[in-house]
């Protein structure tokens, strides 16, 4: 592996850091990944929106995704307390182009075409390594503390550190920098089951939410290869786990009992795993990097997971990043202002999807209803949905949309300020 020194540390292998460390190292920077598991491993959210598509053009791996078994997504649907669904949103009929089909790929897999791929583009991947801790002095990341899987540990300099750990957010949690959204502490439980029923055609490859009756819960179903479909019900963690007695078994099919279309849908499916659970808090942390360090993915800031943003979300901040960090190697300046410009561009797009999703939680609203009063804003909910908040600009169906539902404030530029 060389010295114990690199230009960049990367930590963890998921989808913002095996970006971030492909493209810095494809700048011809030193670049360490480290990755505390072992791929493949089981990782949820596998529903893509269409704008990776140009990441994954950038990264070269766009042609690997065409060739995969990995079902094709043309659209999104969404169904109502009433079981009703809506029309489907079809991407490709907003924008004619390749990039409006996407995929519903199996985490394991990707996520590990994705870490080849940064070590392809260059970078040292070094996986059953955990960073025990990020090292600084003063203010400035200089470093971390690993831990191998044979048990030994060594300090690794860098004069940038990438914290892209997800939820483990491992610098805003030791900075005190991360503040969770008290109005949208979810949680959900999941699994997948074999031979659900799909719709034909084009319509197969299409995610679902669907609502139970009381509109206290939803349901995600995403298909995926080998006639296998993702299943999960996410709802407030009060109202799904706290307030209830049961197994998370019990309760999920408690609430499949309140969503008759995910109920015929799986008539005749077999679960293949045991229920798994997980709280899906949104939060965010105060700045998208400081002196010496970056955070990306969910590392920086998590989104309820209702519109698949999270690996979209991951590779642009990912991407963003690198470009960042290799103009820092350029001007010598590593301070918080210089690897953080990014985010002036992209908090604005986050900030968009978080309007539709408290949108979306409001009971009393309706996305049919809005969009025959207002059918012009037509475009702009399908350019969120598909990914292209950072391609067009979303933000005038806000207005019409604050009043039938109260949206939040933005937070500043670089996150210091959630309001609601």
């Known amino acids: 592996m060389g010295s114990d020194s690199y230009d960049v540390i990367v930590i963890g292998g998921g989808p913002a850091g095996s970006t971030t460390a492909a493209l810095v190292a494809e700048y011809g920077h030193r670049v360490l990944l480290l990755e505390r598991e072992r791929f493949p491993r089981f990782q949820i959210g596998e529903s893509l929106m269409p704008g990776t598509y140009w990441s994954f053009k950038r990264l070269g791996v766009l042609e690997k995704l065409k060739k995969s078994a990995f079902v094709k997504k043309y659209s999104v649907q969404f169904f109502g307390a009433s079981g009703k669904g809506s029309a489907p949103f079809y991407f490709h009929r907003h924008d004619p182009h390749e990039s409006s089909v996407t995929w519903q790929v199996l985490r394991s897999e990707f996520d590990r075409m994705m870490l080849d791929n940064a070590r392809e583009k260059g970078a040292w991947v070094r996986q059953g390594a955990a960073v025990q801790e990020v090292l600084f002095d003063g203010k400035r990341a200089v470093g971390v503390r690993a831990k191998y899987s044979d048990g030994s540990t060594s300090d690794l300099a860098a004069r940038v550190i990438v914290d892209a750990t997800g939820r483990s957010a491992l610098i805003s949690r030791k900075l005190k920098i991360k503040t969770e959204e008290p109005t949208l502490r979810k949680a959900s439980l999941f699994t997948h089951f074999k031979s659900g029923s799909r719709d034909p055609g084009i319509d197969e490859g299409a995610t679902l939410i669907l609502h139970t009756r009381t509109k ?205």
């Open 216 to 420: 206290d819960a939803w349901f995600w179903y995403i298909p995926l290869a080998d006639d296998v479909v993702s299943v999960g019900v996410v709802g407030d963690i009060g109202y799904l786990l706290q307030k209830r007695a049961g197994t998370p078994q019990e309760i999920f099919e408690e609430e499949l009992d309140r969503c008759p279309p995910m109920l015929d849908r799986l008539r005749r499916a077999r679960q293949l795993f045991p229920m798994k659970v997980t709280s899906d808090f949104s939060y965010r942390a105060h700045s998208v990097s400081g002196d010496g360090w970056v955070l990306v993915g969910d590392a920086y800031g998590f989104l309820d997971p209702v519109y698949s943003s999270g690996v979209f979300l991951a590779l642009k901040s990912g991407e963003m990043a690198a470009d960042a960090i290799h103009e820092a190697f350029l001007n010598d300046d590593f301070s918080a202002k210089r690897l953080g410009k990014w985010g002036e561009e992209f908090i604005p797009g986050m900030e968009a999807v978080r309007k539709l999703v408290y949108a979306f939680y409001t009971k009393e609203f309706s996305f049919s209803r809005f969009l025959d009063a207002h059918p012009e804003c037509l475009d702009g909910i399908v350019d969120i949905l598909s990914g292209k908040i950072y391609i067009n600009d979303v933000t005038h169906i806000f207005g019409p949309m604050g009043r039938m539902c109260n949206l939040p404030e933005d937070a500043d530029h670089y996150g210091k300020a959630i309001k609601n």
